[in-house]
């Protein structure tokens, strides 16, 4: 609007201007840099997060990454200038940081960078567990059973580089004697440098050991080092109980293996041992998890805060005891804090009429706002404010330490065709065309989010800003333990044609087993590009009875 008022007065002056010669005041269009493509030699996959102005190559093995020659850039608007130049050979050992000028002052700046993965093997009979390869130090741990003297270690596997192109100075198939470290240097075809490494072998004090055990309410892993070559496993019993029962899910490699118990109950104490052989741990005990249901999860405990409803914990039933778990862009009547409400457009809430069970639902509606368009959504945490008329904050995740294995919720979706595209914020990469379905999307996530990173608070610790996109959730974080996602582009309509609640299950996909998260987020959008201000103004989702299984 600004923009539009100095451009129609720019004009203005023009027309009664008597000098000759003039400045041009007409203000430069926003153009937004971004690279959508970068080509090259021996990258295996290149991955482009747009929000974050981050390009990461992941190198093959046999790559130099101290000479990474970069063969093409494509550019989402062509009006792109960098300041230097991006392609040609380039050390990438430490992020290449580039930036993009479009018009005048407007300068954005993308990282580079390379991820590679040297696949190494080193492997010794009567081996105990995995070998260990310190990268930085160039160090080789190898352990094998107490039985076995150093004086004579055959070894029966190695590679410490890159396939095909490594060579060794001395063979060490050949080598027996480790009751000293072995130096080896690694020359690679190519390349003038040279690596050298040490190999390290010691004995274990026993040769069955348990690292780690992750028990969830109905499962529980069990992370140990055996004797390669050997059977290895573990059985357990309820506490209390006489016979043993063997664990039917064992994944070995080499020495090392997990186990999978899941014939488990909540809040019950198990003994379990491992073996390797003959020979097994003392048994040793853990209690798994409790089971804990969505806070309000059907959405029947809601408050008046103004203009709109707040849906808060069952277990706080009275003012001013009562404290909101869901939020919404309505605003935040809690924290105090104005949103879409406050303006005139309610974007979520309780409906009386459509619900799946129980007396109520929530619904969200995605809406015109005079002068941009707002998706319904509902999600973990609280509106942290307005940023202008722009968008808005909000800060994701409620405190939560279970791990289940998936979310259950039952939902109905009114999709409507695209009509609302903002082409100033949605993404170059993002293509959207007038008239195809609209999308509400659901997704769940568990992570160990530290709120002084991520800009939220201790209580809501990732905070997302709509209208600076280096903010947006990352489903594949480097905090994230956890994550699930549901998106539906039509109506759900029963087998009569007509629109009715389905019931939709969203599994937890973790990274690992080991990990306890701090924090856990649940966000529900009637339009999934709603960030970007784009989506249908005649989309509406309801959802009813959220419940995790476990």
Known sequence: MLRCLSYFLSLALLAFSAVSCFENDLPYPYVRASITGLEA????????????????????????????????????????????????????????????????????????????????????????????FDDNHHLILATVSKAISLTYIVVDSVKLGPRDITSCDIDLKSVHNFTEPVDVTLSFQGRPETEDWQVWIQQSDKDILVNSVSPRSRRAWIDASGLAGKANGVRYRQEGQTEWKECDSVLVEGGSFQCLIDTLQPLTTYEYVAYTGEEETDPETFTTEDEQPVPNGGFEYVTPAGSFYEWYYPDAPTAPERTAWWGSGNGSKVMGISGSADMGYVITEPDETEKASGDRSAKLISRWAVVKFAAGNLFSGYFAGLVGTKGGMVNYGRPFTLRPDSLKCSIKYHCGPINRISETDIPADIHVTPGQNDECQVFIALGNWDYKKYGGSAECPVQVNTTDRTTKFAPDGESVIAYGEYRLNRSTLNAEGQEDWIEIAIPFVYKDNFTIPTHLIICCASSSLGDYFTGSDQSILWIDDVRFVY
């Open 41 to 132: 030699e021996g990258v295996i996959s290149c991955e482009i997060d747009e929000p974050r102005n981050t390009i990461t190559l992941h190198l093959d093995e046999t790559t130099d990454i101290k000479r990474v020659n970069i063969t093409g850039v494509t550019y989402g608007q062509k009006e792109t200038w960098p300041e230097k130049e991006i392609r040609g050979v380039k050390d990438l050992r430490d992020p290449l940081y580039v930036t993009l000028r479009t018009y005048e002052e407007q300068r954005y700046v993308w990282k580079i960078q390379a991820k590679q993965s040297v696949s190494r093997a080193f492997r010794v009979q009567n081996q105990v567990g995995k070998t260990v």
